[in-house]
């Protein structure tokens, strides 16, 4: 990570607020973050709730449009984006995983991740190489299984395996132990450190649990909708 | 289960489409066949009767005899036709030897000619319907008849009778409200009409080729039933519209989370509506085909009950109206839900519970 631009930074972020409208209140959410990440970097992001970790997640993710400021991932001005190009984006350029999981529950899990790599508009089968990361998310014998026949660890290795069958830039996680019990949060944890260092794949994971962050290779920490330290 | 009650219900307009159009048409081709049983090549009918119904002043028996002899003309008989049940089922008076030698005879399952004043003879759907046997006394048209056959059905009635006995008995003597003719060659039946029509003692009454008249036994010809029908499959859409709207909203509602998982992987407006769309043309088709099935089932609990009252085919033709009619119905009905569906904020639908 680094404070400044730089050709590296595949997310490039310049006082962003967002402001929700809840009934004829205005409710800031994000208060003029600047960030930057560098591509294959792991950062986690950690704070209280309604620190604004979760709404800068949505925007960095093209779920939700910025109020003010700029956002830049891989290149893509999200500020000046219509929602259809936001659409276009998640397609490829991110993978989201989130702490229920997440996953169709009438598809198999292989079909799950199919539908991700349908909607990205690629051949619903993934390469060969996509076997590996099977093998490296120990889920290649559980593929024909439906979500409710899977245990919470391997229901999240599918979601990691969805978020990243179409190759996005980035992987945003959103507190993807927080349904988990110790072992299975440390071995997602595991897979997510493996998937950053062996495949060079930039993550971004929002925890409330330091131990989990220290999984990272730097750790940002929120409050009040604004970035308090990096550590 | 969701799925399965809706495609029961949208199958059931289908079912009711194709038993309307199947009733029509199998009372309109009972009829046709029945008349071409005859064996006739022209028939004449009272003065201001219609094709449907045989209203207006009887015809005087006297004028068969005149028919008879009139060029080309082979033999004529007289009938007396009465309605015993709704609009389609009639009970005949016939001359028995002259019938037969018309129509070719009638083929007997049991029994056989008349034997007694009151006997009556009845085809197999009309004896089916009410379980009659050879022998036993039936009640029609507020008198007692006696069966004495069982005949193949197809000659022109369901219920044949002496014209004699129901002439008395609906005192009616000397007259009858059909006149069958036969020529000596078919190829003289148009060039025969044209003649007997422009003979003066026969003004006014109807005279017209069992061909022609048997083409005019159409449902666009029946009045209002067009109309009945166009009311019913108009029916069938409201509510096959109805019943995918309410259904496909609930599908919407229950799949919140899971249309919000499909926007995060960045699935468009238009894929989520297509989604819902999709489901609802199979919804639309499962409902259809179900209909369909249902009304084969109609058909035969219509066989098995009401076999001569209520003769009904089964409307092959009208199946794609129908699943059109149906699917149509359908995609409107999905149009609502799906486009809410596709107006789902991303992170809302990810959050709700």
């Known amino acids: ?231 | 289960m969701r799925s399965l009650l809706s495609i029961l219900l949208i199958g059931v307009p289908v079912t009711l489409i194709l038993c309307l159009v199947g009733l029509s048409h199998g009372f309109i081709e009972d009829s046709q066949k029945r008349q071409r049983g005859s064996g006739a090549d022209i028939l004449m009918r009272p003065k201001s009767s219609s094709f449907l119904s045989l209203n207006g002043a009887p015809i005087p028996e006297q004028l068969v005899g005149y028919m008879a002899k009139q060029p080309h003309v082979k033999m004529a008989t007289g009938v007396y036709s009465v309605v015993v049940e709704g609009v389609t089922l009639f009970a005949t008076g016939i001359n028995y030897e002259e019938f037969t030698q018309m129509c070719g005879g009638f083929q007997f399952h049991s029994g056989g000619a008349f034997q007694r004043p009151d006997d009556v003879i009845l085809d197999d759907y009309y004896a089916d319907q009410t379980k009659a046997k050879l022998g036993d006394t039936i009640n029609l048209l507020n008198a007692k008849w006696h069966v004495s056959g069982i005949m193949e059905g197809g000659k022109l009635t369901h219920i044949v009778v002496p014209l004699k006995t129901l002439q008395e008995r609906l005192e009616n003597a000397g007259k009858v409200n059909q006149i069958y003719l036969r020529l000596d060659d078919p190829a003289n039946t148009a060039a025969t009409v044209k003649y007997l029509t422009g003979i003066p003692a026969l003004e006014g009454y109807p005279i017209i080729s069992m061909e022609d008249f048997t083409s005019l036994l159409n449902v666009n010809n029946i009045p209002a039933l067009a109309g009945f029908i166009a009311v019913v499959m108009g029916i069938g859409v409201v509510i096959g519209f109805a019943v995918v709207c309410l259904s496909m909203y609930m599908a919407v509602l229950q799949r919140t989370r899971e249309i919000g998982i499909l926007k995060s992987l960045g699935a468009s407006k238009g894929f989520i509506l297509g989604i819902i769309l999709s489901e609802a043309f199979f919804l639309g088709l499962g409902g259809t085909i179900l209909g369909i099935l249902m009304s084969y089932a109609a058909a035969a609990l219509i066989h098995a009950l009401k076999p001569a009252s209520l003769p009904m085919t089964i409307a092959y033709d009208w199946w794609p109206i129908a699943g059109a009619i149906t699917v149509l119905g359908a995609l409107l009905g999905a149009l609502y839900p799906g486009l809410t569906a596709a107006a789902h904020d991303p992170i809302e639908a990810l959050s709700y519970e």
């Open chain 1, 1 to 231: 990570m680094s404070s400044g631009v730089s050709n590296g930074d595949i997310i490039q972020i310049r006082d962003l607020c967002k402001t929700y409208r809840v009934g004829k209140v205005n409710v800031p959410a994000l208060r003029g973050v600047d960030l930057d990440v560098e591509k294959g970097h792991f950062l986690s992001i950690i704070g209280p709730s309604g620190s604004g970790k979760s709404t800068l997640f949505h925007i960095i993710g093209g779920l939700t449009p910025p109020t003010t400021g700029k956002v830049v991932v891989d290149g893509k001005d999200l500020s000046a984006m219509t929602d259809a190009a936001r659409t276009r984006m998640r397609k490829r350029t991110v993978g989201f995983v989130f702490q229920k999981f997440n996953l169709l529950p009438n598809l198999t899990a292989r079909d799950n991740i199919a539908v991700a790599r349908y909607i990205g508009g690629t051949d619903a089968k993934p390469e060969p190489e996509f076997e590996e990361v099977l093998r490296l998310l120990g889920i290649g014998e559980r593929l024909d299984h439906k979500p409710n026949a899977l245990s919470g660890g391997e229901q999240q290795r599918v979601a990691i395996a969805r978020a990243i069958v179409n190759h996005p830039a980035i992987l945003l996680a959103d507190e993807p132990t927080g349904n988990l019990d110790t072992e299975n949060s440390k071995a997602v944890l595991e897979v997510l450190r493996d998937l950053n260092r062996r495949l060079g794949q930039t993550i971004l994971m929002i925890t409330h649990n330091p131990e989990a962050a220290a999984y990272g290779d730097s750790t940002v920490h929120m409050r009040d909708g604004r970035i308090a330290d990096r550590t």
